[in-house]
């Protein structure tokens, strides 16, 4: 597959280059956006990154854009840049899916507070983005509407469960895009499509509008093609939001700032046991070459045991799921959405669930129902949040001797389509890295850091304490200079 024009991204203007472009009257909007829609044009149909392309709405806000400049106005920080949505964030008046049969034709009558701040802020939405239904899965296969392919090799999925935005950005759809991460689902995706994608701390971004899942484990982040472009966006968009009650009341760390900043005397520690079962070899091989980079560029980088992140995969699946039958009762036929007549209120209900959820939606509601069951309670979720406790017990003692953590993002570059659905566990283990970040609430990013054996993409994750976003993008950073200058190499 052709994938070298635009990923990682060495050709095209990165984000920041085309705001500063269009804010000085240099380039127009209408014009960065013409060539986002004839790419989707020329290459959506086999990769199917989208649930919606937004052209004519995109078009419109493109030309406000270019008459704000001519006007003498500044459009903001994101003037005239493409971003494509995920398709669980609400936009007003504009279908929002989940990929999932239950809500299609539904339109939210409000924007979630991240679409307004990137409106704000001049972008241009060009679409809302394929996912696994309800963002439960790991390659995007779940979905409702048809699975997502992997830009790079159409024969592999692009990870998920944000895998329509991911293959977005790599495919050169949009400058920028949105995803949301309960378990991974912004940074495994960004990883097996090679690009850049980050979680923030808990809190950090406002989840007002965004379709709830495991609501103390969502955030919204960014896709991009590279470090200083996530920081951007992670800018526009973040901060506190008193719509939001778990959102923080603190400044959005100033990462933009510290970008160049580089790692000199940093301790960075490799997670001892994200490098050893169930890793692929070359995995492995690529991390353990980011580690040795840090080093060269003046890191301290040791090895560090976290031992009971090994628990991360078992207590998830029992939070995340027990958090989703709860934030998923509310689809009852009433309220959002389809319904499927009956005769009785019971039975419409029933017969609209059975309907409208997809096979992995329902296992979730299942395993989450009973997990939360009285007689089930203390075993399966109380333990689950006890182990939560020791997962994060576990992570300040490690802080405690280091600034930032290293691992692999995915244990594999992209895999085969269909290779994984039949067996849901084996779906599961792709989250084995990135749980545990989402479990503590802290922030992780995923770096594109070269190719595997198979010459696909492999994405180095960079994990800090809550908001250590300033020493991980810094890391990200001198990773991502590293990686880039071994491809011209
Ligand atoms: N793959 C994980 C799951 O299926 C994570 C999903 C996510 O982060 N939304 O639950």
């Known amino acids: 597959m052709s994938d070298e024009q635009h990923s990682p991204n060495a050709v095209d203007p990165s984000a920041i280059e085309t705001a500063a472009a269009v804010r000085s009257g240099d380039l127009s909007a209408v014009e960065v956006l013409e060539t986002s829609l004839t790419r989707i044009e020329e290459r959506e149909g086999e990769i199917h990154a989208f649930n919606l392309v937004l052209a004519e709405e995109a078009r419109e806000t493109a030309r406000r854009v270019d008459d704000a400049v001519a ?11 493409p971003v494509a949505l995920k398709d669980n964030l609400c936009t007003k ?21 991240v679409v307004q701040r990137l409106a704000a802020a001049g972008a241009v939405m060009v679409g809302k983005t394929n996912l696994d239904e309800f963002a439960m899965g790991s390659s995007t296969e779940n979905s409702a509407f048809g699975p997502t392919h992997n830009p790079h090799d159409l024969s592999k999925v692009p990870g998920g469960s944000s895998g329509g935005s991911a293959a977005a950005v790599a495919a050169g759809f949009a400058t920028l895009a949105l995803g949301s991460d309960t378990g991974g689902s912004i940074r495994q995706p960004a990883a097996l499509c090679g690009v850049v994608g980050m979680k923030p701390t808990y809190g950090l971004v406002s989840r007002l509008g965004l379709i709830a899942f495991g609501s103390s484990l969502d955030q919204i982040g960014p ?36 970008l160049d900043d580089g790692v000199s005397g940093m301790r960075v520690g490799l997670i001892s046991e994200m490098m050893g079962e169930g890793i692929a070899p070359d995995v492995a091989a690529r991390t353990r070459a980011a580690a040795e980079c840090l080093a060269a560029a003046g890191a301290i980088v040791e090895e560090v045991s976290v031992p009971a992140v090994v628990y991360g995969l078992s207590a998830y699946y029992l939070v995340a799921p027990a958090e989703a039958s709860s934030n998923l009762a509310r689809y009852d036929g009433v309220r959002y959405g389809m319904r499927v007549e009956a005769p009785t209120v019971g039975e419409m209900i029933e017969a609209t669930r059975t309907a409208g959820f997809g096979d ?18 203390d075993a399966f979720y109380g333990k689950a949040l006890k182990v939560r406790t020791l997962i994060r017990g576990d992570f300040d003692a490690a802080y405690g001797n280091f600034d930032v953590l290293l691992s692999p993002t995915s244990p594999s570059t992209a895999f085969d ?44 994750q960079v994990l800090a304490p809550a908001l250590g976003e300033v020493p991980m993008f810094r890391t990200a950073a001198v990773l991502e200079a590293a990686a880039r200058e071994e491809a011209r190499s």
């Open 71 to 81: 006007g003498g106005a500044d459009p903001g920080a994101l003037a005239g840049v």
């Open 93 to 113: 008046g504009v279908e929002t899916t989940c990929s999932s049969r239950i809500l299609e034709g539904w339109k939210p009558p409000y924007d979630a507070t």
């Open 223 to 258: 896709f991009s093609n590279s470090v200083a472009d996530a920081a951007l966006l992670l800018e526009v968009m973040g901060g506190h939001d008193p719509g939001d009650s778990t959102s923080l009341d603190t400044e959005v760390p100033a990462v933009s700032t510290h």
């Open 360 to 377: 992995e939606v329902k296992r979730r509601i299942m395993l989450g129902t009973y997990a939360l069951s009285a007689g089930y309670y």
């Open 417 to 460: 389509m269909g290779s994984k659905t039949a067996d849901p566990l084996s779906m599961y283990l792709n989250d084995l890295c990135t749980i545990p970040s989402n479990l503590a609430g802290h922030p992780a990013m995923s770096v594109p850091f070269g190719r595997g054996g198979d010459g696909l993409p492999v994405g180095v």
